[in-house]
């Protein structure tokens, strides 16, 4: 017998040899139908692995992370086998678990329409009724190079090819399907509910990412393990679409692409206005945390890159230029320039901490096939932060910075988690620095109640961080805001302030990012809201509409007096049926529409028809105005539609 801890600190007994499902099974049978996979030591494995030694073991479900990857990961392995057994010629690539589901890269030659997706999903849904068991064999790399040579799949012998010769490779078995793979899966294929299972789009990929290599066909699908959740996430989709800042730009006016500029958004007036607006809100908190603002070149010269470590790390994501026959560099961040900023004249410890923030307009090469609306571009602009402090005033920063990104965040309806993602293997600098840092990022999170995951290895090339992964109305996640402490660029740009005893030291610096991009923040509260932005983040806020041609005088002197307080509106003064000038303006999604006819102009009254609501309410202009201002200045957030 072996001696297994849970995940609950209790210990059971278990028969030598044993599997972590028969572990299950003994606890509870309805326990055993949900285990995906196991933790045993630390380690993922297959549900199917048997223990031969005590250890520590942890049972995955779907409510885990790698439960839900090993579901999606074998759903991807039925959708290969599915593929083969319909139409053998085609060539496979690679097909991994992904946030939200799998997908399978293919070469095929012909496209798979929608009509073949439906064979195909039809035949996924066979294979999981044949409740196919999933059985892991190895076999030595020259070994696996012919296996997978007599199969006639190129793209896997090339994967092997990559790897040591004296590595040992895995592979899985399904009935007649076999694929390149370490795993880990579900015991059969009948884990996967059909019902629960769909193929939800195909796209075109490149072979490992790389646009010199062959065009591959990448089908996306999902899987849960219940018809249910299927359902629930499919009409989350139908939802997302509805609220795709793309479509909505377009429609409010808000930004456009052009063929003439791929990655290079165009706002346009209304767009304009929005972001203005929120920069605004942006400027005004900033002033009352005690911020100064600064603004840095576009374009300074490649040695400065060098200095900063960015060139090393960073250079295939930089566009470059010559000027004066010397090499240049568009920023593709801030940070550097902010440096400059600092060494330009001495500071003393009265000095600090000294908060430098930029609205900086930063250019990186994306791919073009990863270019997505507001969301992934190549030009944006980043509002950054430099904080310049002593080692004594780190904790007591974090905080603060921290309470800002609370009351903005707030002021949008946006929940967040924090991630702290600690040293990479490509770093600058003392471990002891490193392990200083992350003890202090930590610590005050912490001490402000703020509950967070650890993301270990996935920090900057120069030091650790804290990730804020906004939450939006339909629970999707969006990594905005940022705060990474450096030692290592103060060192670089040879940084000093004088401390009280008269001495020169080294500042240690914040690199800190709110909204992150602004443009993929106006993407991600377009989504959020659907377009129907709040009052005073509106770009038109009221829209008067004149019912007779009686009444545009009135109208427009209404018009004039909330133009001149300050509020933006529109005048529809069109020869049309007011029914129709309703309909428009809902479709432009504005707050509040005034309706005026002859008893409104008669009394001095304005009759309000309210985006939220959809009622219609006769007041006095100065109660409205009362309204207006309240909302306004109050910045209330209308509930997520």
């Given at each position: ?109 012909f496209p798979f329409t929608p009509e073949i997706m439906e064979k195909i999903e039809e035949e996924m849904r066979k294979i999981c009724k044949e409740k196919l068991p999933l059985e892991r064999f190895e076999l030595p790399r020259e070994q ?287 471990e002891a620095d490193w392990k200083f840092a992350e003890d202090t990022l930590q610590a005050a999170i912490e001490e402000m109640g703020k509950p967070f995951a650890v993301n270990a290895g996935d920090g900057a090339f120069y030091g650790p961080k804290l990730d804020f992964h906004l939450a939006d109305s ?168």
């Amino acid at each position: 017998m072996v001696k297994i801890t849970l995940k609950d600190g209790s210990i059971m007994e278990l028969e030598q040899g044993r599997t972590a499902l028969d572990a299950a099974k003994q606890i509870s049978e309805g326990l055993a139908r949900n285990v995906l996979a196991c933790q045993i030591d630390g380690e993922t494995h297959d549900a199917m692995t048997p223990i031969n030694q005590d250890c520590v073991l942890n049972l995955l479900t779907f409510e885990d992370e790698m439960g839900r990857w090993t579901l999606r990961h074998t759903a991807a392995h039925v959708l290969a086998q599915a593929v083969k057994r319909l139409f053998p010629e085609v060539k496979l690539a690679i097909g991994p678990a992904i946030e939200n589901g799998f997908y399978y890269d293919l070469d095929s030659p012909f496209p798979f329409t929608p009509e073949i997706m439906e064979k195909i999903e039809e035949e996924m849904r066979k294979i999981c009724k044949e409740k196919l068991p999933l059985e892991r064999f190895e076999l030595p790399r020259e070994q696996a190079i012919q296996y997978m040579e007599e199969k006639g799949e190129p793209y896997k012998v090339e994967l092997i090819q990559d790897l040591p010769e004296d590595a040992v490779i895995s592979f899985y078995r399904q009935g007649e399907f076999v694929d390149l793979c370490a795993g880990p899966h579900v015991e059969h294929t009948g884990r996967i509910k059909g019902a629960a299972l769909k193929l939800t789009a195909c796209n075109a990929a490149y072979w490992r990412g790389d646009s010199s290599r062959a065009t591959l066909q990448r089908i996306y699908g999902v899987v849960f393990p219940k018809k249910e959740q299927l359902d629930d996430y499919l009409a989350m989709l139908e939802e997302a679409k509805r609220r795709d800042h793309r479509k909505l730009g377009r429609e409010l006016g808000l930004f456009m692409m052009t063929e003439e500029g791929p990655g290079f958004p165009f706002f346009l007036p209304k767009g304009m206005t929005l972001k203005n607006t929120l920069l605004e809100y942006w400027r005004e908190c900033h002033k009352r945390y005690g911020y100064v603002e600064i603004s840095t070149p576009i374009i300074l010269n490649q040695a400065l890159w060098h200095r900063s470590g960015h060139w090393d790390h960073y250079k295939n994501n930089m566009y470059t230029t010559v000027i004066d026959e010397a090499d240049y560099a568009v920023k593709p961040m801030n940070c550097p320039g902010g440096m400059l900023v600092y060494k330009a004249e001495p500071h003393s410890y009265r000095d600090l901490p000294l908060r430098m923030a930029e609205l900086g307009l930063v250019h990186r090469h994306e791919l073009s096939g990863a270019l997505h609306g507001l969301f992934r571009v190549r030009c944006f602009t980043q509002d950054d932060a430099h904080i310049f402090m002593t080692r004594e005033q780190m904790k007591e920063e974090i905080k603060n910075v921290t309470r800002l990104f609370d009351e903005i965040y707030s002021t949008f309806g946006l929940t967040y988690q924090i991630e702290l993602s600690t040293m990479p293997e490509d770093h600058m600098g003392e471990e002891a620095d490193w392990k200083f840092a992350e003890d202090t990022l930590q610590a005050a999170i912490e001490e402000m109640g703020k509950p967070f995951a650890v993301n270990a290895g996935d920090g900057a090339f120069y030091g650790p961080k804290l990730d804020f992964h906004l939450a939006d109305s339909l629970g999707r996640t969006w990594q905005c805001g940022t705060i990474q402490l450096d030692f290592q660029m103060p060192e670089r740009f040879d940084l000093e302030y004088v401390g009280e005893d008269g001495q020169k030291h080294r500042p240690v610096m914040i690199h800190r990012a709110l909204l992150g991009s602004i443009e993929r923040f106006i993407g991600v509260i377009t989504e959020h809201y659907a377009g129907a932005f709040p009052v005073w983040l509106s770009p038109v806020q009221v829209k008067i509409l004149p019912i007779t041609d009686r009444t545009h005088e009135y109208a427009a002197d209404v018009m004039n007096k909330l133009d001149a307080l300050g509020f933006r509106c529109e005048l529809d003064s069109r020869s049309e049926k007011i029914g129709y000038k309703i309909r428009e303006a809902q479709l432009e999604k504005v707050p509040y529409m005034l309706v005026l006819g002859d008893k409104e102009k008669e009394a001095g009254q304005v009759a309000v028809r309210c985006r939220e609501t959809g009622e219609t309410e006769v007041m006095a202009l100065e109660d409205f105005i009362a309204r207006l201002t309240q909302e306004v200045s109050s910045r209330q957030a209308p509930a997520s539609k």
